[in-house]
């Protein structure tokens, strides 16, 4: 199984400024997936991490907004840009292989004030 | 597009009562399916698993799924609950694209 290391677990953060989270996997996975959760909502893809190319982004969700990069196989980050409150919520990197579970980090929980 | 639909939002049950969980998803072709829990303030964790083969899946905890191709349905079901199985239940699929997509969740609550 990976181990899926997310940093900052938590933050609250001005409106208007950006933050970074990190994603690290502790074996190589071949995807790497980034996620929201609102506040008593289920799981929202954002996006999913291409090692050494964009990201491809789900309907909704634009790189402008949540730029990701994906260096190389084991190490992701998703910035949340201009923040507004509305973009309080959970953020949850994932990480597997094709056809195998996947498995997630403890989230980053941010606050927008 | 595809989709994974859970019926229960909220579901609260006593001690020892019998679980089902429903969930159906919208795609039609081969499907990987998972049932996820997360516990109160903890990450996400895998509960079962469903690719191939006998389509009664056995998982952790006492937790079983059933793959039921025609109804496109993959119900969770655990016999005897225990208030430790106080968590929020997610359901989610795999397409061939690779991507993960889940449910809406269902809160479980147990009464001790």
């Known amino acids: 199984s990976a181990v899926i290391s997310q940093k900052p677990s938590r933050d609250i953060c001005q409106r208007g400024t950006s933050l970074t989270i990190q994603c690290q996997v502790d074996?190589?996975?071949?995807?790497m997936f980034w996620y929201r959760q609102q506040p008593g909502q289920s799981l929202t893809l954002i996006a999913t991490?291409?090692?050494?190319?964009?990201?491809?982004?789900e309907s909704g969700f634009v790189i402008d907004k949540f730029p990701i990069s994906r260096p190389n196989l084991t190490f992701s980050t998703l910035t949340v840009s201009n923040m507004s409150p509305e973009d309080s919520s959970i953020y949850l990197c994932?990480?597997?292989?094709?056809?195998?579970?996947?498995?997630f980090g403890q989230g980053t929980r941010l606050t927008v004030v | 597009a595809q989709s994974v639909s859970q019926h229960n939002h909220h579901v609260i049950l006593s001690e020892a009562a019998s679980l089902e969980l429903g969930c159906n998803y919208s795609?039609?072709?081969?499907?990987?399916l998972f049932w996820y829990v997360q516990y109160p303030g903890q990450h996400l964790q895998l509960l079962l698993k469903?690719?191939?083969?006998?389509?009664l899946v056995k998982g952790i905890k006492g937790f079983e799924a059933e793959f039921i191709k025609s109804k496109f349905s993959f119900n969770l079901r655990k016999p005897s609950v225990q208030w430790s199985d106080t968590a929020e239940y997610f359901c989610?699929?795999?397409?061939?694209?690779?991507?993960?997509?889940f449910g809406q969740g269902t809160e479980l609550s147990v009464k001790p």
């Open positions: 994932s990480g597997g292989r094709a056809n195998t579970e996947a498995f």
């Open positions: 074996s190589q996975v071949t995807m």
């Open positions: 991490a291409n090692q050494g190319s964009e990201a491809t982004y």
């Open positions: 795609y039609g072709g081969t499907v990987n």
């Open positions: 469903y690719f191939s083969g006998d389509p």
């Open positions: 989610a699929c795999y397409n061939q694209g690779g991507k993960l997509i």
